[in-house]
């Protein structure tokens, strides 16, 4: 397809299976669907979000809202975004520190993503004001643009926890625009919990970590990975203060280094600045890796406790962190 922009006229060659009960659908909505800011103990149910640019619900502040055996469709951007984002820095260029290319930080803004993987590297201790207890339920969430779920909450520095939950949702396809960094699901804050999902049938990363006391248990995550190296199906980095994470009783498998060469994949990655992260036990590993199951890029002090795993190259990689 192609655009005029100034005519307002948009070309289309159809793929061959199109015909008569074919849909095409256009959106022009750059805005999230729903917003909830400040709200408390609103229920959305078996509803569908579907043909936006833009997300479908954003969240900040607030408690216990739910979001429940809804699908999240065919979006620009995210499902959900629980917290605050950084508006976009200038053509996507940065120093690689968490500044804008001119060496100064992102403004916070509300109801976008922006530059948020970028800022969040520096300004490490940031409360994104995601509110607490809130719960995204037994969706599915598919055919995205820049990731799943941007999962917030908690105050790293009083180390309150946010208590926010991503529960018994399927999560695939999610990176159509943007496929490093942005996750199915993305976590940050502190206390949150990541619980019996499927993450699967994606170009990058399953989760993207950063923060303190997490809970991710009973998810089922493979084929991930798809289209990267150097990265891990659960990664986080260049935080030593993110600690205290849990991470017990995945299942993962079917996490290939399909590039075959560059540093290949890992189920779990520790990466730059000598992160000490996270206690892993009871998780089940088969066919998880390409040069290691969990991979230390310095750092350590994370126990790796009754762990069983199949098929799988070395269970532990480590690299010395300068």
């Known amino acids: 397809y192609c655009v005029d922009r100034a005519s307002g006229l948009l070309l289309f060659i159809p793929p061959e299976d199109f015909d008569a009960s074919s849909v095409l659908q256009l959106s022009m909505m750059e805005e999230v669907m729903v917003a909830m800011e400040g709200c408390a103990h609103i229920r959305f149910e078996n509803l569908i979000f579907e043909n936006a640019r833009g997300s479908a619900v954003y969240i900040e502040e607030g408690e216990s809202n739910t979001l429940a055996g809804c699908t999240f469709r065919n979006l620009g951007i995210l499902a959900v975004q629980m917290g605050q984002g950084i508006e976009p820095f200038p053509y996507g260029k940065h120093d690689a520190c968490g500044n804008k290319a001119d060496g100064k930080p992102g403004v916070p803004a509300s109801r976008i993503m922006g530059s948020w993987h970028e800022h969040i590297y520096r300004f490490t201790a940031w409360n994104r004001k995601a509110g607490r207890n809130h719960h995204v339920l ?37 990176n159509r625009l943007e496929r490093t960094y942005k996750a199915p699901v993305n976590v940050d804050g502190v206390g949150n919990r990541i619980v019996n999902n499927r993450i699967h049938d994606t170009e990058g ?118």
């Open 138 to 174: 037994s969706c599915d969430i598919h055919h995205t643009g820049a990731g799943g779920i941007m999962l917030g909450g908690g105050d790293r520095k009083t180390l309150t926890p946010g208590n926010n939950t991503v529960e018994n949702c399927d999560i695939y396809q999610v």
């Open 205 to 322: 990363m399953g989760i993207y970590l950063h923060g303190n006391d997490h809970l991710i248990e009973f998810n089922r995550i493979y084929n991930v990975l798809m289209d990267m190296s150097d990265q891990g199906a659960i990664y986080m980095g260049r935080d030593p203060s993110e600690s205290g994470t849990m991470i017990r009783h995945n299942f993962l498998y079917d996490i290939v280094n399909r590039h075959k060469g560059g540093h290949g994949v890992q189920a779990i990655f520790f990466d730059d600045m000598c992160t000490f992260g996270a206690t892993i036990t009871g998780n089940v590993f088969v066919r998880a890796g390409s040069t290691g199951v969990v991979k230390f890029h310095g750092g350590g002090d994370s126990p790796i406790i009754n762990n069983i795993m199949v098929d799988c190259p070395r269970g532990l990689q480590k690299a010395n962190c300068s």
